[in-house]
């Protein structure tokens, strides 16, 4: 990390950490230096790219503002508490980017590429609960909010090789009885896990996934009613 703080302007560096302290991210501005550097070394180059006038697209913002609006609009207040020192240089797409920072900070806390992954699956398991419900989530509804973070959850101890294994037989069983529709569309979910990050879910995680399903679909109108 020294030689990516060696390359930062310290002024860079005191910009950003005063907007997450202005934004409520002060916790996370004292706790995880590593943060604070990727978010000042983005803010870096957004500052380069808007004095050569270069825009960037971000191709996942529309799954960002849904997926993760909080961080979503801690990446907005950050932009607008950022822009009030440097005069509205930087564009309002930045804010996705600097979500996916913050995502990824309670995930995995490297580089982007496991956000990115993890971003690409929560779309995919919507898309196959649609389908087999014949259903249209809103993607701003609290139930579809609790999902996406259980999922967010799932992927952590997926990753940390944690996953719950220890549910009693019988509350599983009582689960599998109680939805079978729902425990059918996890198992699809769970192959979308075992094609896209190549680990296998538990039973429990199975059953924990269900419940989630039934939750987010329970009183949602099938497209053809």
Do not use: W
Not at 22 to 37: F, S
Not at 42 to 59: L, T, V
Not at 76 to 99: C, K
């Amino acid at each position: 990390m020294a030689q990516q703080v060696a390359g930062i302007p310290p002024e860079i560096i005191r910009l950003v950490t005063d907007a997450m302290n202005r934004t409520g991210l002060k916790e996370q501005a004292d706790k995880q230096p590593t943060l604070v550097m990727a978010l000042a070394d983005h803010i870096c180059g957004a500052i380069q790219r808007a004095q050569r006038k270069q825009n960037i697209e971000y191709p996942l913002e529309a799954e960002v503002r849904s997926l993760y609006a909080d961080e979503y609009a801690k990446g907005v207040a950050m932009v607008d508490a950022m822009n009030t020192y440097l005069g509205g240089a930087l564009p309002r797409s930045e804010a996705v980017a600097l979500a996916l920072h913050l995502v990824n900070a309670g995930f995995s806390g490297g580089d982007l590429s496991a956000t990115y992954t993890m971003t690409g699956i929560i779309q995919q398991m919507i898309a196959v609960i649609e389908g087999a419900y014949g259903i249209t989530l809103a993607q701003d509804s609290v139930n579809v909010a609790r999902f996406i973070t259980h999922l967010r959850y799932l992927f952590v101890r997926i990753h940390q090789h944690e996953q719950l294994d220890d549910e009693p037989q019988p509350i599983i069983e009582s689960i599998k009885t109680s939805y079978p529709k729902a425990c059918q569309c996890a198992r699809q979910l769970a192959v979308v896990v075992k094609m896209r990050l190549g680990s296998d879910l538990t039973e429990a995680e199975i059953a924990y996934l269900a419940l989630h399903v039934a939750r987010v679909t329970n009183g949602v109108n099938r497209q053809d009613d």
